[in-house]
């Protein structure tokens, strides 16, 4: 087979498709079903989108596999590099060499290191990607969140995407309101102004409906830019806090720093560098003003202290005792923005 699979036309459309109409309990859909959780809620999860991906790639004349084994070796947990799996790969024929296409299958709304380990994988198998992503409902911070993970994941794995010449697909499949937003990569050279354009707004994504149904547009900027928003950001964590990454050299010049605001409090951990030479990694940071009293408020923390660079650590899955984590985090933050070289 000599053509090109269509991702969307062929993948993506179908396959949400299908998952609405087994939403909406439609008797001319699939006929496989959500279950009930203790509470009545339904249980969404990745899987009922693996299995209707099966049924659409069984109606194609595409081959595929799923579990499939990496040609890379990763070092995702643990201490050893290891082969890691592939949620579902196409091929063009029944040989394993003719792979055309790696697929991740995501549902709900992760902690950054799972985008990052899945990310790795479509970015460094030099295959074209497809990240599939299922919601059961968005909200004005749904899309703004899941973007800020892609980028922060982005933004960890760098090194890995340079050379690569290969395209991920991104679907965000949302069940109840029968939309999906599907977005497209080009990985190489110049990605971080490539990953702003496409993850700082809706402008650049495709928003599909149901076939028959009213296309709706994309909507207004709800992925706001990182940098242009102040330490008052609306995206929180489900307990209101906002976590951040940030470059403060009145503070330390070789190392970022953990920054967590709740309403008018905050809290600055050193995790590494010589910020406070002899105390141990996680150690908290309390700012005085030019009198020497104690800053106790965020907001005469940002009238005193200067930033320069900030990253999205929102919902990283990491508590803050986890000090050797952290110390990691950051070192590669460091190390990509050119921090303490």
């Not at 965000?172 to 993850?199: A, H, I, P, T, W």
């Not at 149901?210 to 609306?234: H, N």
């Not at 150690?283 to 104690?294: E, K, L, S, V, Y």
């Not at 965020?298 to 050797?324: A, C, N, P």
């Amino acid at each position: 087979m000599t053509r090109e699979l269509d991702v969307i036309d062929e993948l993506c459309l179908p396959l949400a498709v299908r998952l609405w109409a087994m939403y909406a309990n439609d008797e001319s859909g699939p006929r496989l079903i959500l279950p009930s959780k203790r509470d009545a809620s339904l249980r969404v999860s990745e899987q009922e989108s693996k299995i209707l991906l099966c049924e659409v790639l069984e109606d194609s004349p595409w081959y595929y596999s799923i579990e499939a084994p990496t040609s890379q070796t990763y070092r995702q947990s643990g201490s050893r590099d290891l082969s890691a799996r592939t949620d579902l790969a196409v091929y063009s024929s029944r040989a394993a060499n003719d792979r055309v296409l790696n697929v991740e299958l995501k549902a709900h709304s992760p902690n950054v290191e799972s985008f990052r380990k899945d990310l790795e994988k479509l970015a460094r198998e030099r295959v074209e990607g497809l990240w599939f992503h299922t919601l059961l409902d968005v909200n004005s911070q749904t899309i703004p969140t899941m973007f800020a993970k892609v980028k922060n994941a982005f933004s960890l794995i760098g090194e890995h995407t340079v050379a690569g010449d290969h395209q991920i697909t991104f679907a965000f499949c949302v069940l109840k309101r029968r939309l999906m937003y599907v977005g497209k990569l080009q990985l190489g050279e110049d990605l971080d102004s490539r990953v702003d354009d496409l993850f700082d707004s809706l402008d650049a994504w495709k928003v599909s409906r149901p076939p028959g149904e009213p296309e709706v547009a994309p909507g207004p900027r709800t992925a706001r830019t990182r940098k242009d928003q102040s330490m008052s950001a609306t995206i929180r964590d489900r307990t209101g806090h906002e976590k951040w990454l940030i470059y403060c050299p009145q503070i330390s010049q070789d190392s970022l720093l953990h920054l967590s605001v709740q309403g008018d409090s905050y809290a600055i951990r050193v995790f590494t560098g010589t910020a406070l030479e002899g105390k141990p990694g996680g150690m908290p940071f309390h700012g005085h003003d030019a009198a020497g009293r104690a800053i106790t408020v965020t907001s005469e923390f940002s009238k005193t202290y200067e930033y320069e660079k900030r990253v999205d650590v929102l919902d990283q899955g990491v508590s803050v005792d986890k000090v050797d984590r952290w110390r990691d985090i950051i070192a590669r933050h460091n190390a990509r923005l050119g921090i303490g070289a």
